[in-house]
């Protein structure tokens, strides 16, 4: 049975900074895609940053690159998500999520290109 399980939300001011987590397990993640989106009360869940297991490169949606950085651990079948600069706009649940099928990296910023998900946790910006 596959698992996520996000780690690391909580209250931060402006400015500051968290580190989430999400562990895999399950599956193995070779030829997978992981990644992160967030979702605030009311609107669509939106893509922030993603990996494909058997490459380099992160990828990382407009409204956080340069401020999040999206990171792993091959030997923990974990990947991590540094958030720096943190906005009251970046409150939000933020979930993981796991491509399984052979084609889940060709669209990484989709929603449908995830099998799996986790429950999330609530990062909250606020002063």
């Known amino acids: 049975q596959v698992q996520l399980s996000e780690s690391g939300g909580g209250l931060v001011q402006p400015g500051g900074s968290l580190k989430l987590s999400c562990a895999v397990s399950?599956?193995?993640?070779?030829?997978?895609?992981l990644g992160w989106f967030r979702q605030r009360p009311g609107e669509e869940r939106e893509f922030v940053a993603a990996v494909k297991w058997g490459g380099d490169r992160t990828y990382y949606g407009a409204s956080v690159k340069g401020r999040f950085t999206m990171s792993r651990d091959n030997a923990k079948n974990t990947v991590f998500l540094q958030l720096n600069s943190l906005e009251r706009e970046d409150t939000a649940v933020y979930l993981c999520g796991l491509g399984a099928r052979s084609d889940s990296g060709a669209y990484y910023s989709a929603i449908e290109a995830y099998d799996y998900w986790g429950q999330g946790t609530q990062v909250t910006v606020s002063s």
């Open positions: 399950g599956r193995t993640l070779r030829s997978s895609v």
